[in-house]
């Protein structure tokens, strides 16, 4: 037992070396190509991590998501990161599988073939036919991934926090949230029953659409490691490209995710070419269940009315529905906003139709206004890169789609379904008149609800402009006097421990307590000649 805890030990040793090393690494190259090839950076940390090893480059794809973090050549980068792993041998697979089912494999099927369709970084994928005649595929994690993704997980957390006590400023990026984030995500990556559950929330929702299908999970082989579903013999959407059959296939395509998004909230969030299939029959099956997004009933309402708006050329209208989806707070300065919105929908007016991109609009107007620091929740980060990959596969499917076009013409759709909060700009005042009508019962028991929240008392929020700067400053100013009051207590102390001599002394005569007091009080007077300095302010 001490052998392999030693083992360990040097093990988790070696790859928190290998870790830092790496980002040391990185850091230095960041440096030297920041001004003289910054395209060459985005390569760079893609090899950087996929020398990291599996945990590294799922954790990399994760980050490719972060729209609001990273730039577009470095998220291109990221998503299409891969690792070249081989795949691992047959009798641990078939071993893996026995252990999940607990039952040999020839119980289970009928015929397991041992030559894998697929071997990637987290799991591969062998071809199986069950008893009754059924075509599946069994999804195998690979041996000790979970175990490695949790000690990658403990050295990159440790990792960070070295990080920002080097470099402060990495403070205000949030690092070990974004680690904790991704940790989640890759987590889920890695655990079966994950997507086996993706898999049945979306079925109850792609089974009653026409026109669009997935493979469905074989109950009940779903476990941490092993997940059994059915075997798609669909064409990869990307052969259809250029044919006479892209156009109706972009149509189903588009009708699917307004039914997803608008109707029940739930949507496959991967839309990539090589997770979408077509078969014969003119029927898209969507494929990998990993990552599904999730809408409420309020943003889903916000989001049909955010759609319309933008439509509509009515950038009042757009900036409430952004406002109930949570991309600003509702005291934002209107003004300035709506005349931001306003360019962003002039801007894109401008162009032709086909170009319009309604997911570019929402993205534009999600970052009215933000920092450096800018963060979106992950699930709206989620909804707008699904918009945009939707748009991408409509447009290679048919490049004279008009995307705006075909979703004003189903506005009476959308509305019904999503019942949009607000109305302005060009439509109608019949129409606005209906939307707000339609609006008024659910104001109602918004403000009921309230008042029982209050004890019967209606309740009136108060909001402030300006003043956060002028607590901030008070806050530094509060800190500033308590450290210069704690450093004149230890000098006071240091000389009047100086006029004595009991104890140990230093330096022939001074006691040892007197010069650790001074030695304290100038690092701590330091510390506060630093930070004015910093401020520029005395």
Not at 429 to 452: C, G, N, V
Request: charged letters at 20%; proline letters at 6%; hydrophobic letters at 50%.
């Amino acid at each position: 037992m001490a052998n392999r805890d030693l083992a360990l030990m040097a093990g988790t040793v070696r790859r928190g070396g290998q870790i830092a090393w790496a980002g040391l690494k990185l850091g230095v190259a960041v440096l030297r190509l920041r001004r003289r090839a910054p395209d060459l950076l985005p390569a760079y940390v893609s090899t950087t991590l996929v020398g990291l090893g599996t945990t590294f480059v799922k954790l990399g794809q994760g980050l490719s998501l972060r729209w609001d973090l990273l730039p577009v050549p470095y998220r291109e980068a990221l998503s299409r990161l891969h690792s070249d792993v081989p795949a691992f041998p047959a009798d641990q697979a078939r071993r893996m599988v026995e252990q999940a089912f607990g039952a040999p494999v020839g119980e289970l099927f009928a015929s397991f073939d041992d030559k894998p369709l697929a071997a990637a970084s987290v799991a591969q994928i062998h071809p199986a036919r069950m008893h009754d005649g059924r075509d599946v595929v069994v999804k195998i994690t690979r041996p000790g991934i979970h175990a490695q993704v949790q000690a990658d997980l403990r050295l990159l957390r440790r990792t960070m926090r070295v990080a920002q006590w080097l470099w402060p400023p990495l403070k205000r990026y949030r690092p070990l949230e974004l680690v904790d984030e991704l940790g989640a995500f890759l987590r889920d990556e890695v655990d079966m029953r994950h997507e086996a559950q993706n898999m049945r929330r979306m079925a109850r929702v792609l089974d009653s659409l026409p026109g669009i299908t997935q493979p469905h999970v074989v109950e009940p082989y779903a476990t941490r490691d092993v997940l059994v579903q059915d075997r798609s013999h669909g064409t990869r959407l990307e052969a259809a490209y250029g044919t006479a059959a892209a156009p109706a296939l972009a149509r189903a395509l588009l009708d699917a995710y307004v039914r997803q998004l608008f109707g029940a909230g739930v949507f496959h969030a991967d839309p990539h070419p090589g997770n979408l299939f077509f078969f014969d029959d003119g029927r898209l099956c969507l494929h990998d269940f990993g990552s599904i997004g999730v809408l409420d009933p309020a943003s889903r309402l916000a989001l049909g009315g955010l759609v319309e708006a933008i439509a509509a050329d009515d950038a009042d209208g757009v900036l409430d529905a952004a406002i109930a989806m949570g991309f600003f707070p509702p005291q934002v300065e209107r003004r300035s906003h709506v005349r931001e919105i306003h360019l962003i929908l002039a801007e894109m007016a401008s162009r032709p139709l086909a170009e319009w991109s309604i997911a570019e609009a929402i993205w534009r107007v999600a970052r009215i206004g933000q920092g450096a620091g800018f963060r979106l929740p992950a699930h709206l980060l989620s909804l707008i890169r699904t918009l945009f990959l939707v748009e991408n596969t409509l447009r290679a499917l048919d490049p004279d789609l008009d995307l705006l076009g075909t979703l004003s013409a189903q506005a009476a759709e959308i509305a019904d379904i999503a019942d949009a909060s607000r109305a302005g700009g060009n439509r109608p005042l019949a129409m606005r008149l209906a939307r707000t009508a339609r609006q008024l019962p659910q104001i109602a028991t918004d403000l009921l609800r309230q008042a029982q929240l209050s004890d019967g008392r209606p309740a009136f929020s108060v909001h402030h402009h300006g003043l956060s700067s002028t607590q901030e400053a008070l806050a530094r100013t509060g800190n500033r006097l308590a450290l210069a009051l704690v450093t004149l207590g230890l000098y006071v102390s240091g000389a009047l421990l100086s006029l004595h001599s009991e104890g140990p002394q230093v330096f022939g005569h001074l006691p040892f307590l007197a010069v650790l007091a001074f030695a304290a009080a100038g690092l701590l007077s330091l510390r506060l000649v630093t930070a004015i300095a910093r401020s520029g302010h005395l």
